[in-house]
């Protein structure tokens, strides 16, 4: 059975930082291409970053820009989010998921293109 879990969320001030971890158990992060979204309450779920299969390649949503980044560890089976420079804004549930890919150089933005998603790990943001 696949699971993706995610860990590292918390309770910080703005300004402050976390790094977020997603696990991979059933399957091995080596074949897939990730992303981390994340849901706001009242909002829908918004695309935070992506890196494709061979990590060279990231992506980044606006709002994070310039303040979170993407890494892989695949002999670890982790992919991370650090988070820098946090900010109210910030506080959602965050999500890890995985897409297998047969492309080492493509990360993907939209929620339909992945197979695996994780239960979510809660940030807030306190100003």
């Known amino acids: 059975q696949v699971q993706l879990v995610e860990s590292g969320g918390g309770l910080v001030l703005a300004g402050g930082s976390l790094r977020l971890s997603c696990a991979a158990s059933g399957r091995t992060f080596s074949t897939d291409a990730v992303g981390w979204f994340r849901q706001a309450p009242g909002k829908e779920r918004e695309f935070v970053a992506a890196i494709s299969k061979s990590g060279f390649n990231t992506y980044y949503g606006d709002s994070v820009k310039g303040r979170f980044t993407i890494s892989r560890d695949d002999p670890k089976n982790m992919v991370y989010l650090q988070m820098n420079t946090l900010k109210p804004e910030d506080t959602a549930v965050y999500y890890c998921?995985?897409?297998?890919?047969?492309?080492?150089?493509?990360?993907?933005?939209?929620?339909?293109?992945?197979?695996?998603w994780g239960q979510g790990t809660q940030v807030t943001v306190s100003s």
């Open positions: 998921a995985a897409k297998t890919t047969t492309s080492r150089g493509a990360w993907y933005l939209e929620e339909y293109q992945y197979n695996y």
